[in-house]
Structures are given as structure tokens and as C-alpha cells.
């Protein structure tokens, strides 16, 4: 077991940017990853998502990301840029280090990990979600015979050449799976709820608008929700485009999954030979599971980063803080907080 100060988990754009600023103040810390190399959640998106695709990636504190040929994927350019980040700062990272459990050992929290225990005085837990991909259930899930992916699979449309693909979910993955799915194949767009499309820029006031409804849920208790479904689908040229072609002509959701295809409650069917669930995510946070930190309403309580229950750990990447600008400004606060509860209980050793 060794003893240490803060335990990070997680070296995305949260926990480097924690890391950044407890090595700034001098705080003796680790980062343990899970991933095979640099770039967090980015480093497995899918190949044609180009940078210049994504709504904009926030730089890391201190570190400028380099000018770059946007049509490049942006799991490469994150990547790199994380990569270069972490040598030129000589971040402890610590990879791949999988965090099976955080226990409370009494006076520290102990990491349990694929690396062996760590007992840390805090922790700064920075998980993201695409390690938890969510799959509704579905009556007859199992039955289907064909391919059934989510979109932490996706790899890009070819594979799907000439086949009748069926894309389940509402969100901006979806849209961007059915644009690029239906150049070389045909789709079916199921959703549980009328998609709302807005032609309205995306204001900065709608942004904070969006993030303090997260934010209401997270410090109720209750499990954050997604930031997209107080917002809208933008109406971009290409999302025009493939309207016009029939591309996002969508239907209620199925009854129920056949062998080949899927049922509607009216009796009408869809032969299909891939389901592509782009379904979302859920915080990856099971190996917190020992603190008990679930509150009633079925989340974790926060007091901005601080859990409720747990005030030595911290989550960041977590609900209103779940987007590159969000990642930074909670890594800041949670170092920030974690120095202040080191230094009064170095005081109130002496
Ligand atoms: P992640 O990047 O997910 O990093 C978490 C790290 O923790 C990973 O390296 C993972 O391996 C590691 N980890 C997980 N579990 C464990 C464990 N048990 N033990 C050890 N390590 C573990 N936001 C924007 O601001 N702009 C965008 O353009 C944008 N585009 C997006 C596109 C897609 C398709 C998606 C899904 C999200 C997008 N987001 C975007 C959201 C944004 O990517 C995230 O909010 C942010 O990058 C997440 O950073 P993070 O550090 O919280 O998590």
C-alpha cells in the first residue's frame, strides 16, 4: 500500500487539468488511467469525427492546443495534444491502471486499482462516461441475429455498406451517425421523443442555462441528465440537407426486436441488419460504489465538486461539468479544495 496525498482518476481533460493545478501548489498526487495511451475519452472516438466536426475542444490550462488541419480526427490531434501535455508537464500519470474500488479506510480513502492500493487523504475522481455506455432494454435484445452496436463502437460508416442500419436515440450522435451511415447505406432513425431541431444560435446564456439545470439536478441529488435535451438539435447546413432527402424522417420507438428487424405497436416491421444504439452514457463511477454515495433521488449530491457524502472526494467531468470548459473550471475548483482540506488537516496535526 503506498501513502499519498490525492489519487486523480482519470487523465482526461478533468484530471489533467487537476493535476495541473495540485502540481502547481506543490501537492503530492498521482494520476491513475485506465486508458492504453493519452487523450481520455477522445483517444477512442470514432475516426471521421474531424476536429473540425466537434463543437470545440477547450485547451488544457497553461498549454495552447497547436494549429492543426481540421479535417484530421480529432481522437488524434486530443491524443497528441494530451500526450505532449503530460511530458511537458511531467504529470504522474500513471497508465493503464484500471481503479477497481475507492473503499474508506478510516482516516484515508483507499484506491484499489490494477496496480495495487493507494490510501490517499482525498481523491479527485475524473471518469468521464464513454467507459459506461447505456443500453435501454428492449424486448427481444437477444433475439436479433443481425449486429448490434452503441456508439462507443462506431468506427465510421463503411462497414455498414449496403446494409438497412436502424439508429436508436435522439441525441447529436445520432443525427451525426444517420449523416454519415446514409451516404453508403440505408437507415431508420427511431427516437423516443420527437427530435427538436432549432435554427436559434446556441447562445452563451443558453449554454449557462442548460449547464444550471444540470447543476439544480446534481446538487438535489439527482442523477444529472443530459445537457442536449435542454438544448436542441442545431439546424446545420448538413442536418438541412439530409432533411430534405428524407434522411431524419423519424419514427416512434419499436415494440419490440425480432431475428431480423424490429416491430411498431401497429404491426408494422423493419427488416434491418445492424441496430446502432447512440443511446448516450452514464457516469462511469461503479468503482465509488463501496462509499455509498447514491442520495435518494438516484445520484451522486454535490456540493459544487465536493460529494456530500464523502467531502474527501471530489467529481469533476460529472453532470454541469461534463463538456471541455466545464472539465477545466471544476479541475481548478477541486484542486483548489482539496489543498484547503490538506492544509487545515495538516493544522490540526501540529
Ligand atoms: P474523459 O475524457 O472520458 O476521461 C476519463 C478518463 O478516465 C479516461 O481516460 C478513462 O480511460 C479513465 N477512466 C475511466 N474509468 C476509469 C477507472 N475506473 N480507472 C482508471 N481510469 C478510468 N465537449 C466539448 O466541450 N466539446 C466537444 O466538441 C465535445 N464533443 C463531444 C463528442 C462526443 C461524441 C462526446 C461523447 C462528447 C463530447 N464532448 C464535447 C464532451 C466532452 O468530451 C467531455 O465532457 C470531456 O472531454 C470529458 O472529459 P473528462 O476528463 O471528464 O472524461
Do not use: N, Q
Given at each position: 500500500m503506498r501513502l499519498i496525498d490525492v489519487v486523480v482518476i482519470g487523465a482526461g481533460q478533468a484530471g489533467l487539468t487537476a493535476a495541473h493545478h495540485l502540481q502547481r501548489t506543490g501537492v503530492d498526487h498521482v494520476l491513475l488511467d485506465?486508458?492504453?495511451?493519452?487523450?481520455?475519452a477522445w483517444r477512442n472516438?470514432?475516426?471521421?469525427?474531424r476536429l473540425g466536426g466537434v463543437h470545440g475542444i477547450h485547451p488544457l490550462p497553461g498549454v495552447a492546443m497547436p494549429e492543426t488541419?481540421?479535417?484530421?480526427?480529432a481522437s488524434e490531434v486530443v491524443s497528441e495534444y494530451f500526450g505532449s501535455y503530460e511530458r511537458e508537464l511531467a504529470l504522474p500519470v500513471l497508465r493503464p491502471v484500471h481503479v477497481h474500488a475507492v473503499r474508506d479506510g478510516g482516516e484515508r480513502l483507499l484506491v484499489e486499482s490494477s496496480a495495487g492500493t493507494w490510501a490517499a487523504r482525498a481523491v479527485i475522481n475524473?471518469?468521464?462516461?464513454?467507459?459506461n455506455p447505456f443500453l435501454p432494454h428492449y424486448p427481444g435484445r437477444r433475439e436479433f441475429t443481425g449486429r448490434q452496436l452503441h456508439t462507443a463502437d462506431y468506427?465510421?460508416?463503411?462497414?455498414?455498406?449496403?446494409q438497412h442500419v436502424i439508429v436508436v436515440g435522439g441525441g447529436i450522435s445520432a443525427v451525426e451517425h444517420l449523416l454519415e451511415i446514409s451516404e453508403v447505406a440505408d437507415t431508420t432513425w427511431v427516437t423516443r421523443r420527437p427530435p427538436k431541431f432549432t435554427d436559434a444560435m446556441f447562445t452563451p446564456e443558453d449554454g449557462r442555462a442548460a449547464v444550471a439545470e444540470v447543476e439544480r439536478r446534481v446538487r438535489a441529488g439527482l442523477p444529472p441528465g443530459s445537457v442536449v435535451s435542454a438544448t436542441g438539435l442545431p439546424n446545420s447546413p448538413a442536418v438541412i440537407a439530409a432533411r430534405e432527402l428524407g434522411v431524419l424522417d423519424r419514427l416512434p420507438m419499436f415494440q419490440r426486436i425480432t431475428a431480423d428487424g424490429v416491430v411498431w405497436a401497429d404491426g408494422r416491421a423493419q427488416r434491418a441488419d445492424v441496430i446502432l444504439w447512440a443511446t448516450g452514457f452514464r457516469p462511469a463511477?461503479?468503482?465509488?460504489a463501496p462509499l455509498n454515495l447514491r442520495a435518494p433521488g438516484g445520484g451522486v449530491q454535490l456540493d459544487g465538486t465536493r460529494a456530500v457524502a464523502e467531502p474527501r472526494l471530489h467529481l469533476i467531468?460529472?453532470?454541469?461539468?461534463?463538456?471541455t470548459i466545464g472539465a477545466n473550471r471544476a479541475g481548478r475548483a477541486a484542486a483548489r479544495e482539496v489543498r484547503e482540506l490538506l492544509r487545515t488537516g495538516d493544522q490540526e496535526c501540529l
Open positions: 485506465r486508458g492504453a495511451g493519452p487523450g481520455g472516438r470514432w475516426p471521421s469525427l488541419d481540421g479535417a484530421r480526427p475524473a471518469t468521464g462516461t464513454w467507459d468506427r465510421g460508416p463503411e462497414e455498414f455498406r449496403g463511477i461503479a468503482h465509488l467531468g460529472y453532470g454541469p461539468s461534463a463538456s
